[in-house]
């Protein structure tokens, strides 16, 4: 028989005088039943998977395979740059839900809707030093080829559903011909597929990732899709990074609180088929 504290005793001792004590307390005490809902214990066993951990930092699911090279960057990125993250994310509200479904109507992964917070903060007019243009940053030559209107009195790449369409037929096209590789698709955004297609070259393998070319990306680039992956996490754990509580150093399980061995849980939903204890 377990030794019981203090307060397990009184209990005991209680529901001995509600019962009346036609029985003696060392048969109640040593019926496995009753007596495990006095006493509880944690156990860690090998045996159990554990339960979710609610801390746990998800990655979005066309990510994880990426989580172990990018999980320290993450972790850099949202500390350094958390004011300005939180700052984007609630502009990003008017936008986010119309580039999701453009997106989705092009099959385009949702996780690209981070690409003109990168580009732009979400600027209709913002203009890089080599003359791109709008939220997602066009070239005038590529954005005419992929459907938008440029003159002088009016300039489509800085209309965000318009230029959001022609960015999803663009990225289409790169998810299409780097067989669905999200990053490489990313890179090509940035730098362009031609310089993708020559680090794949430069890194001898044919079927190279992002993580295999990486080194022969330009410096931008680089960072460009380690932001991408950065943003994308953050926004799939966004409550907790607000709250500051995002740990990507959390496992996905913990242990789980178990009964002793010779009581189950199966028991305790059952109270109802205790026997009287008269019958005992």
């Known amino acids: 028989m377990k030794r019981i504290n203090t307060k397990n005793f009184l209990a005991l ?21 009753i007596f495990s809902f006095i006493h509880f214990e944690i156990k860690k066993s090998p045996d159990l998977p554990g339960v979710a951990n609610p801390l746990f930092a998800a990655y979005p699911s066309t990510l994880k395979e990426h989580r172990i090279h990018s999980k320290e960057y993450v972790k850099k990125y949202s500390e350094k740059n958390r004011a300005e993250i939180i700052h984007l994310f609630n502009k990003g509200k008017k936008y986010f839900p119309k580039a999701i479904t453009i997106l989705q109507n ?12 990168l580009e732009s903060e979400f600027n209709a007019n913002a203009r ?11 070239m005038s030559d590529l954005a005419r080829e992929y459907g938008l209107h440029i003159s002088s009195k009016y300039d489509e790449r800085k209309n965000f559903s318009k230029s959001t ?8 096209d790169q998810l ?17 597929p031609g310089r993708v297609r020559s680090s794949i070259r430069k890194s001898g393998n044919p079927d190279a990732g992002f993580w295999e070319i990486k080194k022969f990306l330009p410096a931008e680039t680089r960072r460009f899709v380690m932001n991408f992956i950065a943003l ?18 959390e496992l996905p399980l913990v242990d789980r609180p ?19 204890l008269s019958s005992l």
Do not use: H
């Open 176 to 192: 299409d011909y780097f067989d669905e590789n999200m990053l490489l698709a990313v890179a090509a955004y940035n730098c362009g």
């Open 13 to 33: 001792t209680v529901i001995l005088f509600a019962i009346g004590f036609s029985t003696s307390a060392r048969t109640l005490m040593t019926y496995p039943t």
């Open 106 to 117: 092009y099959d385009v992964p949702t996780e690209l809707r981070m690409l003109p917070v």
């Open 258 to 276: 178990i009964l002793p061995e010779f009581a189950s849980l199966d028991s305790m939903d059952n109270i109802d088929s205790i026997p009287s």
């Open 128 to 138: 890089s030093p080599v003359g791109a243009v709008g939220y997602w940053q066009f």
């Open 165 to 172: 369409t022609a960015a999803a037929k663009f990225l289409r």
């Open 232 to 249: 994308n996490v953050i926004s799939e754990n966004y409550e907790k990074f607000v709250d500051k509580k995002l740990n990507l150093n």
